[in-house]
């Protein structure tokens, strides 16, 4: 049974900085290219960050040069540390796990950034 579970969402002041973790189980892992996607109320979920199984990396430019992914396989974990972060990052951070025709997703965590 494929998990993804997130974590370490939470309230943040604008400007401030938070970090989201997912635990992949069920997977192998160091083969999927993970992501991070995010849902605004009422919106379509949308690219935050990629990272492929060898490391390339993909932003959306509304991140970029604030949030950075980043991949442990031995621990089967990827991570998210949003910097400067903005009200506009207000929303659902989804946690997604993609190879071949294989694509799970995590239940979501909750960033909320003040103004």
């Known amino acids: 049974q494929v998990q993804l579970v997130e974590s370490g969402g939470g309230l943040v002041q604008s400007g401030g900085s938070l970090s989201v973790s997912c635990a992949a189980s069920g997977i192998i892992f160091n083969i999927y290219t993970m992501g991070w996607y995010r849902q605004i109320s009422g919106k379509q979920r949308e690219l935050v960050a990629t990272?492929?199984?060898?490391?390339?990396?993909n932003y959306a430019d509304s991140v970029k040069g604030r949030f950075t992914i980043s991949r442990n396989n031995a621990r089967n974990t990827v991570y998210l540390q949003m910097k400067s972060l903005k009200p506009e990052d207000t929303a659902v951070y989804y946690c997604?796990?993609?190879?071949?025709?294989?694509?799970?997703w995590g239940q979501g965590t909750q960033v909320t950034v003040s103004s």
């Open positions: 997604n796990a993609k190879f071949s025709r294989h694509d799970f």
């Open positions: 990272i492929a199984s060898g490391g390339i990396t």
